[in-house]
Each structure stands twice: as structure tokens, then as C-alpha cells.
């Protein structure tokens, strides 16, 4: 008998790569151009975009929805995932407050009426919880995602950021199944590939998200040490493999894990899109996989 984290992972849910929009504010872009755009990658197969509400300040959220109101029926060819849980510093009645997370009901159920006022449509494909919640009460996010998912506001539901103690937790008391977990994954940063987060997502056949797969740029602009070996095994493996950059290497090295992630991308320019696409192409050996996790760590790994 399949379980539910089966049966869901069996459904297509998010595609292959992700196109991320929390940058969308800086590229410039008229309503039109951030239409084309979004037809552009749909085009390619990137039929997911990842949204949250700090995104912006909440205007990432709000071009996007200007841009669908031009062709409101694109919006059947998409997946669109947006958060909730991280409320940012502000001023109220002149006192500075931090910023927090915050997973109560409460703030759910508002959190994700902003979103789809913001990006003007009906329902979210996927949502994730943005942040673990060290107050986090397991059973009133329960309760928060039943009334969405009865009123037929949100889809499916996940978390980003989450360690295996912390998905294990929610899961045990949500009564629908965690569809991902959005993670930090890149050559930089292997821990989840190593701590067990990947192991238990994929015991329960549960695909992860990559985010930062390029490590924000430190891939290329950091002086470290690691950095400095990555980027030597990345020339390397990229002439191996004939491949055009070496951000197809790292897509292919993320790729090449078990869970299969779906890869994030947060650039603006659709023939970045097209050469993050074509790494699909790309086959890595276990030897190659290992060389370059060899470099990251700076020693032998077996």
C-alpha cells in the first residue's frame, strides 16, 4: 500500500526548474516585458514560479499579478507557489520592532489573502511555510491549512528552510502531506545533502526544491579558499562535459541527487533560462559528482 507522500509525489507538481521572482522589482520591466517574460519560460517548460509576500516589501507579488491581468489565461499553464511566516522590522507608534517569524493561524490565513489579492487570482498551487517558527504550534497550522484547503485558496502545502526534526514535526500533526521542502543546495553549501535532509525526503518520496543553486553569485565572485577549488573543478568538469557554462555544471551536480530537486532560478533574462533548461542534457558520472564535492569540502571524501 503507497502512503500519501507517495500518491502526491506521483503527481506532476512543480517542474523541473522554478522560476524564482524575488528580485523582479529591480529588473525594470513594463507589465508587457514581465509578460513576455513569463511566456518565455512557459515556453521552456519552466511552468512553476515561486513567490513570497517579503519579496519586495510585497511588490514582487503585486508586477507579477499586473502583468497576468494582461492575459488572465495564462494563469491555468502556471504553478504559482508563495509563502507565509516572516514578518519584517518595522515602526509602530514610533518604537522599532524586529522582524519575526510568525506560523499562527492567524497569520497564515492573512498572509495568503494578501497573496492572492497581490497577484489577483483565486488559488495557490503550493504553499510553504517561508521559515521554521521556534513558537511554531504544529496542530494551529493544521487548523490554518484545513480552512485553505477547504475554501479552496490553497492546493498543496510545504515548507522551505526546515530541518528533518522540524518537517517530521509538522508532518506528524498536518493532516496533508508536505509536498517539499525549499533548501539551500549548492557547491558552497552541502549540508543538507549530508545532515539527512535529503535522506528523509527521500525515504518518504518527497522532492526538494533548490534554492541559491548558484550560491548568490559566490560561486563566481567569492575569494575563499572553497570557492576558489569549486570554481577550478566547475572549468574543469565543464570541458569534460562540453557544457556551456558552468551554471550548467552545478545544475546538472544538483540534478544528479536521488530526490531530484527542482532548481530555482532568480535571474530576469530569459536566454539565462534557456542555458539553465539545457543542462538537462548534461549526465555526470558518480566520479565527477564526487570530484566536485571533493573540492567543496577541500579532502577526500571516502
Known amino acids: 500500500m503507497t502512503n500519501k507522500n507517495e500518491r502526491q509525489l506521483n503527481e506532476p507538481l512543480f517542474s523541473n526548474f522554478i522560476q524564482g521572482y524575488w528580485r523582479m522589482a529591480e529588473w525594470g520591466m513594463t507589465a508587457q516585458q514581465r509578460l513576455s517574460f513569463i511566456k ?28 497576468l491581468q494582461l492575459q488572465p489565461s495564462i494563469r491555468d499553464e502556471l504553478t504559482i507557489i508563495s509563502k507565509c511566516g516572516i514578518v519584517g522590522g518595522k515602526e509602530v507608534n514610533g518604537t522599532s520592532q524586529v522582524a519575526y517569524y510568525d506560523s499562527r493561524a492567524s497569520h497564515i490565513l492573512a498572509s495568503v489573502e494578501g497573496s492572492l489579492q497581490r497577484l489577483g487570482i483565486e488559488q495557490l498551487d503550493i504553499l510553504l511555510i517561508h521559515r521554521p517558527d521556534l513558537l511554531m504550534d504544529a496542530d494551529e497550522i493544521n487548523s490554518a491549512f484545513e480552512q485553505l484547503h477547504q475554501t479552496g485558496k490553497v492546493k498543496h502545502f510545504g515548507v522551505s528552510n526546515f530541518s528533518k526534526d522540524e518537517y517530521s514535526l509538522l508532518q506528524s500533526r498536518v493532516e496533508f502531506p508536505l509536498i517539499t521542502n525549499q533548501i539551500e543546495i549548492n557547491p558552497l553549501h552541502t549540508d543538507a545533502i549530508e545532515d539527512g535532509t535529503l535522506a528523509q525526503l527521500q525515504q518518504h518520496r518527497v522532492r526538494p526544491m533548490a534554492w541559491s543553486c548558484l550560491a548568490g553569485g559566490d560561486i563566481y565572485n567569492s575569494t575563499s579558499e572553497q570557492a576558489h577549488r569549486v570554481r577550478e573543478t566547475l572549468n574543469v568538469l565543464k570541458q569534460e562535459l562540453n557544457a556551456d557554462s558552468i551554471d550548467q555544471v552545478i545544475y546538472a551536480w544538483l540534478m544528479r541527487l536521488p530526490t531530484r530537486p527542482a532548481l530555482l532560478l532568480g535571474t530576469g533574462k530569459i536566454e539565462r533560462v534557456k542555458t539553465a533548461v539545457a543542462a538537462e542534457q548534461l549526465q555526470l558520472t558518480h566520479e565527477q559528482w564526487y570530484r566536485l564535492l571533493e573540492a567543496s569540502k577541500g579532502h577526500g571524501v571516502a
Open 40 to 67: 518565455q519560460h512557459l515556453e521552456l517548460g519552466v511552468t512553476s514560479v515561486d513567490h513570497a509576500p517579503v519579496y519586495g516589501a510585497s511588490a514582487c507579488e503585486s508586477l507579477f499579478g499586473e502583468a
